[in-house]
Each structure stands twice: as C-alpha cells, then as structure tokens.
C-alpha cells in the first residue's frame, strides 16, 4: 500500500508539474515538450502526458492549441532526434497527429535514410500505418528499402507495402517478385504474403514467381508459400497443383501436411499427431473450402493415397482426409488407402479415415462395409458377440433391455470415438435392410457404456432400417421416453430417417410434445424430423415452426427457419409475419435463414415480402445482402423496376460478392433490353476482377435480345480477355445472342479451338457444334485448320469437332491422315473416333472417352459445387 501511495504521489505531482510548465510555456510560446523532457518518458506518454493534459479540459485545449502548435513541435523534434528520443518521439507523433499528415509523412520519409537499422525499421512500419493508401512517393521511398542491408528493415518494407495496399502496382509487384529469391527467410515470407495480399484471384504471374522458386526456399518458407497458394490459385491450377504435389516428398513433414490441405481444401489444425485433435475430424472431412486438386484426379488421388502410408501422423491424418475430397465415389484406389488406413494404430487417423470413407464409398459397397464392420469387432468385441444373440436383437420388444456393463469392456476415449465415426459410415455406406449391419446398429445402441456412441448407433439404425418398417419404427419409438436427453435426440434423428412422408400422424403428435423439454438441440431435432415426416402445410409442424420462430435462442430460430422452407404452405401469412420479424435480428445467422425462407414460402409478386428484402440490400454483411438479392429473385415479377433499381444501386458497393450477385440477379428480374441494367452490364464487363467481368459477362447474354449487334461485338472481344472463366462465358453468350450460321461467330469460336484452356476448348467444340448445321463449309474449314496445330490439346479438340460438324458419311482428309499419322495418341484416337462416327452416320453429340471431357462423379453425399461466377443463378 506504500507503493502505491508513492506512485501515486509521482503521477500526482508528474501531472501537477505538467500543467503548470504547459501554462508557463504558453504564455512565453515556447515547446511544453521540451520542459518535461527532464521529467523522465514516463512523465508524458503515460495517463499523465501532454495529450492527457490537453484533454483534461476544454480551457486547457483551447489554451494549447491557441499557443502551441503541439503536433508540429513533435514533427521537427522527429526529425532531428536519435537514439531513445526517436522513440519517444514516434510514439507522440502517433498519439498527436492525424493519419495522413503531410509534414509528418515526410518526416518519417526523411529518417529512412538513417544510419541507424533500427530507426529506418521503425520509420518503416510507422510509414505503413500511417500515410495514405496509394500516395506514389511514399511506396517508391518504401519499395527502395527492400534492397536494404539489414533483412530486418526489408521485411518490414514488404509489410508496409502490404498495409498500404500498393503491391497491385507493376513496380511494386517486381520489386517484391524478387524479394522472393532474398538470402533472408523472414523477407521472403513477408514478399509472398504482400504479393498475395495485392494479386487477384488467379493471376498467374503471381503464382508462376511463387512456385518457380519453391524448391530452393527453407520449410517455413515452403509452408508460407503453399498457404498463399490456397489463397491466389485457383482450382485446377496446373502450376500451383504441380508445385502441391512436388511438396508431397517434402523432408518436412508439416510441409507435406500443408500440401496435403491445400491440394483438399482442409482446414488447418488436422495433422496433429495424437489424440487431442480427434474432435477436429468431423469439421475436416466436412468442410467446403475450394481445394487446388480437381476432383477425381487419378494422378493425384494415387499421391495422395500413398502419403496415408507416411512415418508421421500427421500427415496421415491429412492424407486420410485428402481422399475424401480429392476422390470420386467408389474410387478402388482411394478405398484401399482409406481401408488400410482402419487399421491404424493412431486413434485420431483411424476416426478421420471412417468418415472419408463415409464421404467417397458407394452404397452398398461390401468390401468397404466388410472394413467397417470389422473396424468395430476390433474395437468392441464384446458387443459383437451379441450380434447373434436373439435377446438383443428382438424387434419385438417395446422398450430395449440395456445389460450392465462390465469394467473389463470399458473402452477409452479414443475408441469410443472411433466407435461413433465407424458407426457413422456404417449409416451411410450399408444398404437399407442390411441385417448384419442392423444388428451391429442394435447391439451398439443398447450396450455401449459410452452414450454419445449409442446415439451414433441409434441414428445409424434408423438409417439402415427400411423406409417404413413398422418393426423398427415401434422399437426406436421406445427411446423417446429414454431417460437421457441425447438419447430421445437420436431416436427422433433416427425416425426422421425412417418414416414416410405423411404417413405417421399419431407417431408426429408424440414427436411434437417433446418440444416441452426444456432443451434447445432436442428442441431442434424435433422440427427437423417433423419437417421431415410431414406433407407440407400439416397442422402439427406448422405449430412447431411457430413455436420455434418465436423463442428467444437463435439456434431454435434458424431450425425453424428451416423447417418453414419444407414444412410451410406458399403464401401463408400467420407464419411469414413472424419470419419478416427476423429479418431485424441481430444474429446475421437468422438474418440469412430468414431471407432464404422468404424466397422458399413468399409469394411472387407480394409487396409486403418484396419491400422486406429490398430493405435488406443495404445490410452492413455482405453475405445477408447475397441471399437478399437471391430472395429478391423468387419473390419480385420480373421488371419490378423498383427491384431493378435496387439492385443496380448495389452495384456501386465496394464489396466484390454483393456486384457479382447483383449481375446475375438481373438476369432474374429485369426485362430484356432492360437500358438500365444493360448499362450497369456493360460498366462491369470493363472492370479489373475477372469474376465480376465473368458473371457480366454471363447477364449481357441473358438480357440483351438475340442479333443485338452491339451485345455480339461487345461478346467477340470477350473471346480475348486474359481469363479463361471470361473466355468460356463469353462463348456461352455467344451461343444465346448471335444468330445460326453468323460467320463472325463461326470464325471466333473456331478460334477459341486454339484456346490454352481445356474448358475453353471443349466449350468452343461444343458450341460450334450446336450452332451450326451439319456440313457447315465455313465451320468444317474453319476447324481444319485448327488440325495442323502445334498444340496436341488443340488438334485432339479439333479431330473432335470435325466429328461433330461434318457431314455424315464422309471424313475429311486432314481428319484421316491426323488419325493415321499424329504422333500424339490422344490426337489419333480422337481422329479415329470422330471418322468412325462419321462413317456409321450417327449423331455427333459424344465427344468420346478420353476427350476434352472430364469424368463425371457420381456423388451421393457430397453437395454439387456452385459454380463460382453464380452467386443467384
């Protein structure tokens, strides 16, 4: 307490002595600074510094600023003082002056010169804080620093240069291009995290300078550089996808991990090494984050799956989950990776390898179904052996006999986690009415000591019972009076899977009254399951969409939300006045949910909804202001001129998501020919970001009337923008908008043969085929010419198109001798595919195996990807 009475005695007096030499050195115009120098740092950047003292009081203030030009006094005291007064200063000038002030810019600009290394750092970093984005003189002071000779001093340019948002500049951008070859560590991280920082979505010199110089960069640098890879590439970049895929023979092994995410798109945190990270299994095999890996990349997929035999952990619990977004369904290589990988004895490789097998395996699949089951024999014997039992497997009886567990069959934490991920792939790889796996289902269901198993059991039963078995019903129905909460929870999950639609009323009501249980997850597993069960606009959900939109949880609010999109009859307005109610909650969750509701049981053409999501355009998230305008399509008449404008107006926001959505939703509301929204097209066709030029790009050919002269010159010179996406969209509009048999349009889309991009090609071979009437003299010339081309890619794209474009019953010559005498056999398989089909006369619509084509997947668990340019589409 003495102590403190001492220090505060010295601020006191500190503060007394301030303001009176502050009085003192008003009246005689001289620098208050300079008395209280001799005070000590403490004196006047703690609570009791001048900026303090000049805030203490309005008279003080004005007295202050009527005498003394403080920030001035500062700014020629930084200019001249070293050593400690530096910082002292520099932290004055901080606290005093403005951002963006002229002379304190220049001051901080002069000290980069300094002797001194740590003064010309500090300057530095002062300088990315605080001077104005964009001022030209600042970044060439700065971006001249990045040839400093202490590497201290060069990191820090390249962070200021980010901070300042100027590395978008050419100079800028070279300058820090060949900071990436620096001696130092630090500075070349720095380098790529500003080109990052700075470079668009896909621009390819950025990429290309990266991944040129990963080879010779330490690991830490290495995993710098395939995290700003994520970021800049693209998906299916072939260089940032060959650079991925070298680093999967990394020494380091957290940098095959790294590459391992970024070739899956996985979230960090999933290559811990034991145990502690298991929780993190579900959210890594679930998660949608673009990877740079195509899916069902055969090349890849075997890459992947041999890094599932790796020394370290961690790369095997990346690898494992790698497989199942990276893999097509029922892909045998990825299959007998993830298989072996069961058998792992890490507990955390084991759990992520079940659920990606739960991702990519067909029903049905026995072999992977054989695995599973015989992961949990190993796991927990003792209940496997009551698979044959008759008393544990008795349908019959109403409420299941739950026999007591014995310490010796206590499994630990890990296996019990490795139950519940086995038990969830069983859910979803078994057939319905597979009995083996049924009783496996059972037996874990009503003997498993750990309850979050027996849920997973419960639920995984209901999925593998069949649709409207009256037996299995009756028997999960008996959980609904069980004693845990969890357990009612994965009995009413469970009937939602088996129930049919409508055909359960009384099972519905009881289901219903769980709803007086005071908990939310119940709570909202019951409106889930009720929308399920029932035909839309049933007395009973409706009541429970009700109850949940008005309680006071937002987890309660965005499941009834949900269920009112299935479960609500269009247009009923009890249930749609409680939804617009959302609309002002402050959980931008329920905002979203609510609008997705309003587009699923709004009517069209309803003033009261279309003016409820016309509001919610100027929503400060961007993500609310996306699924506005995506409501604002279901909702609105087409040439609502009120929605049209609105949504034109959302075009001059900074933000790049709201104008993509707001192009393609004009597509959906205005008219065609619409002036106005045409001239918020033709505006974004000329902007800098391909997405936005793309999904213009894409609303030019939906809106503008077919043979629009300007709309078709203004799609040609779209056929040469440096972006691919553009390319191929530009083709598409093309297809809408120019007339059949239009020669510019033949020439330029033949053209596009020549394309550097795959999709393009296909694209360009695709449209001139559906374009054009077959033995089109113009289009078949046009083609063969593209079949002497360099490009293997564009003779094979080429040989394809003839098929599809000349006449039945005759080949070209340039097409027989391309099938006869390339050298590439892609090339000749193609020449001899497209003449066998001209030769038998038959339609020209396949382009054949092993073409421009990309395998398709026949994806059953996993969500078809949105295209990137169609936010509203």
């Known amino acids: 307490l003495a102590q403190v009475a001492r220090l505060k005695l010295r601020r006191a007096a500190s503060c007394f002595l301030a303001r009176a030499m502050l009085v003192v050195s008003s009246s005689q115009n001289s620098c208050a600074l300079i008395d209280l120098q001799d005070l000590g740092w403490e004196a006047y950047a703690g609570s009791c510094c001048l900026i303090t003292v000049r805030a203490a009081s309005k008279s003080l203030e004005a007295l202050a600023n009527r005498h003394v030009d403080i920030p001035a006094l500062v700014v020629a005291r930084l200019r001249k003082c070293c050593g400690t007064s530096f910082w002292r200063m520099l932290i004055a000038v901080k606290k005093v002056c403005r951002a963006n002030r002229d002379d304190a810019v220049s001051a901080l600009v002069e000290r980069l010169t300094d002797l001194d290394w740590r003064i010309r750092q500090a300057a530095v970093s002062a300088l990315g804080e605080f001077s104005q984005r964009g001022n030209k003189s600042v970044v060439a002071a700065v971006t001249a620093r990045l040839r400093d000779v202490n590497p201290d001093v060069r990191e820090a340019s390249a962070r200021a240069l980010a901070e300042m948002s100027a590395c978008s500049d050419l100079v800028v951008a070279a300058a820090l291009t060949a900071s990436l070859r620096d001696s130092a560590p630090v500075v070349r991280q720095a380098a790529m995290i500003a080109l990052a920082e700075g470079a668009e979505t896909g621009e390819q010199s950025i990429i290309g300078a990266i991944t040129s110089c990963m080879s010779c960069l330490d690991a830490e640098s290495r995993l710098v550089a395939l995290s700003v890879l994520r970021k800049v590439a693209r998906p299916d970049n072939r260089h940032a996808v060959s650079a991925a895929v070298a680093c999967l023979q990394d020494p380091n092994s957290h940098v095959r991990a790294a590459a391992l995410r970024a070739l899956g798109g996985l979230p960090d945190g999933i290559d811990s090494d034991g145990d502690e990270e298991a929780d993190e299994a579900p959210r890594a095999c679930t998660n949608s984050l673009p990877g740079l890996a195509s899916q069902g990349s055969p090349d890849i997929v075997r890459k992947v799956a041999t890094c599932c035999n790796d020394r370290e952990p961690g790369v095997r619990n990346a690898a494992a989950a790698a497989l199942g977004k990276v893999a097509n369904v029922d892909d045998a290589v990825a299959l007998n990776a993830l298989v072996c990988a069961l058998h792992d004895q890490i507990p955390s490789v084991r759990q992520i390898a079940l659920l990606s097998v739960a991702h990519i395996a067909g029903e049905g699949n026995l072999h992977v179904v054989s695995a599973v089951l015989r992961c949990l024999s190993e796991i927990n014997p003792h209940l496997c052996k009551l698979v044959s039992s008759a008393s544990a497997l008795d349908l019959t009886q109403r409420r299941p006999r739950r026999a007591s567990?014995?310490?010796?069959?206590?499994?630990?934490?890990?296996?019990?986690?490795?139950?519940?991920?086995?038990?969830?792939?069983?859910?979803?790889?078994?057939?319905?009415?597979?009995?083996?796996?049924?009783?496996?289902?059972?037996?874990?269901?009503?003997?498993?000591?750990?309850?979050?198993?027996?849920?997973?059991?419960?639920?995984?039963?209901?999925?593998?019972?069949?649709?409207?078995?009256?037996?299995?019903?009756?028997?999960?129905?008996?959980?609904?009076?069980d004693r845990s909460v969890g357990m009612r929870r994965a009995a009413v999950v469970a009937l939602g899977h088996v129930c049919k639609q409508g055909g359960h009323p009384d099972l519905a009501l009881s289901i219903s009254r769980l709803m007086k249980v005071?908990?939310?997850?119940?709570?909202?597993?019951?409106?889930?399951?009720?929308?399920?069960?029932?035909?839309?606009?049933?007395r009973v959900a409706v009541s429970v969409v009700k109850t949940g939109l008005e309680h006071d949880r937002h987890s309660m609010q965005l499941a009834a939300l949900e269920g009112a999109c299935n479960s609500v009859n269009v247009g009923d307005q009890a249930v749609l006045s409680s939804v617009l109610a959302l609309l002002k909650s402050s959980h931008v969750p329920v905002r979203k949910a609510a609008l997705a509701a309003i587009a699923a049981i709004g009517r069209k053409g309803d003033g009261v909804v279309v003016c409820a999501a016309l509001s919610c355009l100027k929503d400060c998230e961007e993500q609310v202001c996306v699924i506005a305008m995506l409501a604002l399509c279901s909702v609105a008449c087409r040439g609502d001129g009120l929605a049209v404008l609105a949504v034109v107006e959302s075009m001059r926001r900074p933000s790049l998501p709201i104008r993509v959505a707001a192009l393609s939703s004009l597509s959906g509301l205005a008219n065609h020919g619409d002036t106005s929204a045409l001239s918020a097209i033709r505006l974004a066709l000329q902007d800098r970001d391909a997405r936005l030029r793309q999904a213009a790009t894409l609303s030019l050919g939906l809106l503008a009337r077919k043979g629009d002269v300007t709309a078709t010159s203004e799609i040609l010179a779209l056929l040469r923008d440096k972006d691919a996406d553009v390319r191929k969209a530009a083709l598409c509009s093309m297809e809408r908008l120019a007339e059949k048999a239009n020669p510019a349009m033949i020439v330029a889309v033949a053209g596009r043969l020549r394309d550097t991009s795959g999709a393009?090609?296909?694209?360009?071979?695709?449209?001139?085929?559906?374009?054009?009437?077959?033995?089109?003299?113009?289009?078949?010339?046009?083609?063969?010419?593209?079949?002497?081309?360099r490009g293997p890619e564009v003779r094979r794209a080429a040989a394809?198109?003839?098929?599809?474009?000349?006449?039945?019953?005759?080949?070209?010559?340039?097409?027989?001798?391309?099938?006869?005498?390339?050298?590439?056999?892609?090339?000749?398989?193609?020449?001899?595919?497209?003449?066998?089909?001209?030769?038998?006369?038959?339609?020209?619509?396949?382009?054949?195996?092993g073409a421009e084509s990309r395998p398709r997947s026949r994806s059953r668990t996993r969500e078809a990807t949105v295209p990137r340019s169609s936010v509203a589409t």
């Open 760 to 789: 393009v090609r296909k694209e360009a071979s695709d449209v001139l085929a559906r374009c054009t009437e077959r033995g089109c003299a113009m289009a078949v010339a046009a083609v063969v010419a593209c079949i002497d081309d």
């Open 518 to 538: 005071p908990n939310t997850s119940l709570q909202c597993a019951v409106q889930a399951t009720l929308a399920k069960m029932c035909k839309r606009g049933d």
């Open 800 to 849: 394809l198109t003839l098929g599809r474009v000349a006449s039945p019953g005759r080949a070209p010559i340039a097409l027989v001798r391309a099938m006869l005498h390339d050298y590439d056999e892609g090339v000749r398989r193609a020449a001899e595919f497209a003449v066998r089909q001209l030769a038998s006369g038959g339609p020209g619509g396949s382009m054949g195996r």
């Open 405 to 481: 567990v014995s310490k010796a069959f206590v499994n630990s934490e890990g296996r019990s986690k490795i139950s519940t991920a086995a038990l969830v792939a069983l859910g979803k790889v078994a057939k319905r009415g597979d009995l083996t796996s049924r009783s496996f289902a059972m037996s874990h269901a009503v003997k498993h000591h750990d309850e979050q198993v027996r849920q997973s059991a419960l639920t995984a039963f209901g999925q593998l019972a069949g649709q409207g078995d009256a037996e299995a019903i009756a028997w999960i129905s008996a959980f609904l009076a």
